[in-house]
């Protein structure tokens, strides 16, 4: 019997009919009076979450897609709606969890949210900037915390081990346009080599480490020729 895929969640602007063939479960995260309510999911409007998607099955071809949509209409969502995603994505079965965003605040509902996950054995990889005061939940210990760097090209990864982040990769879309480019695709990019590692019987456990002996780059770049999001 073949091993069930890799199920990689995505909390983001949903996806694009393209990645529907991949995609094993879809909700949305709305946020309402009595707090957060689960939804059904609507195509993506922002198109981040479909550049995010095309980039993790660029990387994992075969992984099963689970989209977590906490942008709509704009790209703002609270610790609330990320914590509601996180829990349903542990709960479908998620090994990994992308998270191209970065919220201000520590809040203790999202920190809880990921110590659960963490708890389960799901990998967290979440966007941190290249300078600046942490975010989160790319703050939270235990987060693989990546950012972007001017020196990856596509599919290289950069071991910074530095203050702000854990590793560094290529800052730009599949298609190469600006749109978007800084630490949300990096982390895209990041999450979908871990996902490929993962879905040929990687151990999470093993993940930081495999990632650091697959480095091209090692330190910091020069933070004034790295492109990164404000």
């Known amino acids: 019997m073949a091993a069930a895929a890799l199920r990689v969640a995505f909390v983001d ?13 879809a909700a949305a995260f709305v946020l309402d009076d009595r707090g957060v309510r689960r939804t059904e999911a609507a195509p993506d409007a922002l198109g981040h979450g479909s550049r995010v998607a095309d980039i993790l099955l660029h990387c994992a071809p075969r992984i099963e897609l689970l989209v977590a949509q906490v942008f709509r209409e704009r790209l703002g969502t609270t610790p609330l709606q990320v914590a509601a995603a996180i829990d349903w994505a542990v709960e479908c079965g998620a090994g990994l969890i992308n998270l191209s965003l970065g919220l201000r605040e520590p809040r203790p509902v999202l920190a809880a949210a990921c110590a659960r996950a963490r708890a389960a054995g799901v990998v967290l990889c979440a966007a941190a900037p290249a300078r600046g005061p942490a975010v989160y939940p790319a703050g939270f210990a ?16 950069a071991a910074l081990g530095a203050e702000h982040a854990d590793f560094g990769s290529h800052v730009r879309p599949l298609d190469g346009t600006l749109s978007g480019a800084g630490a949300s695709m990096a982390c895209a990019w990041l999450s979908g080599l871990a996902a490929r590692h993962l879905a040929v019987a990687g151990r999470a456990d ?25």
């Open 13 to 25: 602007s949903g996806c694009a009919p393209r990645h529907q063939n991949c995609v094993a479960a």
């Open 142 to 157: 235990g987060v693989l915390r990546v950012t972007g760097d001017a020196r990856c090209a596509p599919s290289e990864i």
């Open 206 to 230: 093993q993940l930081h480490a495999w990632l650091r002996a697959q480095a091209r780059h090692h330190g910091a770049d020069n933070p004034g020729s790295r492109t990164h999001e404000q």
